[in-house]
């Protein structure tokens, strides 16, 4: 995912969006992640990246990740680049060919990641992403590097979770090695989708479903026109940070409920969508809401100057949301309820902000988990 740091059209659009609205505060800011070898050859601003070549507009790619030595600090890109014939990695004992190669621990650690992956606001400091640091607190993060588990073992190895060992051959012609980083580095991140990359969405939406699980606590028995409390407790069980995280002002991770009586007429709904595809207020959402300096909340973070709340699910930790579900005084029973818990990049209005007005473009919702259970009616 890394690859469309610099050229995902959203990305793009928000970039260019951001700097109008900062007055071109944001232009250094945003590229030292986004497009950093564009950033260090002098290639930005213009934020419409009109002067990038075509080597910067590759975003994340191999020769830069592989020439950084170490950091002056976590997150707000302080990485310190050591360009060169030498390029540094986990592995140190590889046949030089078009280059030579070193060995980093660097390469190893979750620090290496979190020079990017923690954010801080450029003006008031105030904190708009902060995964690496919900890894730092969680129990993932042991303070043993025999025991824990990094950002690199879930996000740099096959499929969702943890796959070690994963012996093979980082070439055809290079040796066999116990244990191979895959470089697909796949996270929760809709842009794959955008660019038309469905492997990449399909890792994306194996590694959300894996990420949570859910479970409904159902009264046995209600009364008509009485009321059932509905608990739905969700659990993040596959996820070292936060869920959701990143620049979650932007994403939308939602809980939908619904009941529906025998005939399938539904007598109480939470979390569905209206005819614009957004969320009808009201819904229980996980996320990081911001608000102007107006007060005002808003998904633009940056023009963020206050944290409004943060409605997230901590790592290995659960979260219970209780609903009041009035019966009707005919109703008849059993009662049907459904609980998914769903995501997707962004909303369609949020898209609008970097794709244009005019934009028709849609994000994959994708159902991270699912229940389901019954509930008597009496009286």
């Avoid at 009364?223 to 869920?243: D, F, P, R, S």
């Amino acid at each position: 995912m890394h690859a469309y740091s610099n050229d995902d059209p959203f990305y793009a659009g928000t970039f260019v969006l951001a700097s109008r609205e900062t007055n071109g505060v944001v232009d250094h800011f945003c590229s030292r992640c986004h497009t950093p070898i564009g950033e260090l050859a002098g290639e930005v601003p213009p934020a419409d990246h009109s002067k990038l070549s075509d080597t910067a507009r590759r975003g994340v790619q191999c020769d830069f990740c592989h020439t950084l030595a170490g950091h002056e600090g976590i997150g707000n890109a302080q990485y310190i680049v050591k360009p060169g014939e030498v390029k540094l990695g986990p592995f140190g004992d590889g046949e030089p060919m078009a280059h030579k190669v070193a060995f980093s621990e660097f390469h190893t650690t979750s620090e290496f990641c979190g020079t990017c992956h923690n954010v801080d606001h450029p003006v008031n400091g105030l904190h708009l992403e902060t995964t690496y640091s919900e890894w730092k607190a969680s129990p993932y993060n042991t303070g043993d590097p025999a025991t824990q588990t990094t950002c690199q073992d879930c996000h740099m190895t096959p499929g969702p979770g943890v796959t070690k060992p994963n012996p093979g051959k980082a070439s055809p012609i290079a040796d066999e090695r116990p244990h191979l980083w895959t470089h697909d580095m796949v996270g929760g991140g809709g842009v794959a989708a955008l660019m038309g990359e469905t492997a990449t969405m399909q890792a994306a939406e194996a590694m959300l479903k894996a990420a949570a699980t859910m479970e409904l606590q159902l009264p046995t028995t209600v009364e008509k026109a009485g009321a059932a409390e509905v608990k739905v407790a969700i659990t993040n069980v596959g996820a070292g940070h936060y869920l959701p995280t990143g620049v979650t002002e932007l994403r939308d991770m939602w809980l939908e409920l619904t009941v529906t009586d025998p005939d399938g007429n539904a007598i109480f709904t939470s979390g569905a969508l209206d005819e614009a595809g957004e969320i009808v207020p009201g819904a229980v959402k996980y996320q990081v809401q911001v608000a102007d300096g107006a007060g005002n909340v808003t998904p633009k973070f940056w023009l963020a100057e206050s944290i409004v709340s943060d409605h997230r699910i901590p790592p290995k930790s659960t979260v219970t949301e209780t609903y009041r579900v009035p019966v009707p005084p005919d109703a008849a029973g059993p009662l049907a309820v459904r609980a998914r818990l769903r995501y997707r990049a962004a909303s369609p209005s949020v898209l609008r902000l970097g794709l244009g007005e005019d934009s028709t473009a849609t994000a994959p919702i994708i159902e991270m988990a699912e229940a389901e259970g019954e509930v008597r009616v009496g009286g």
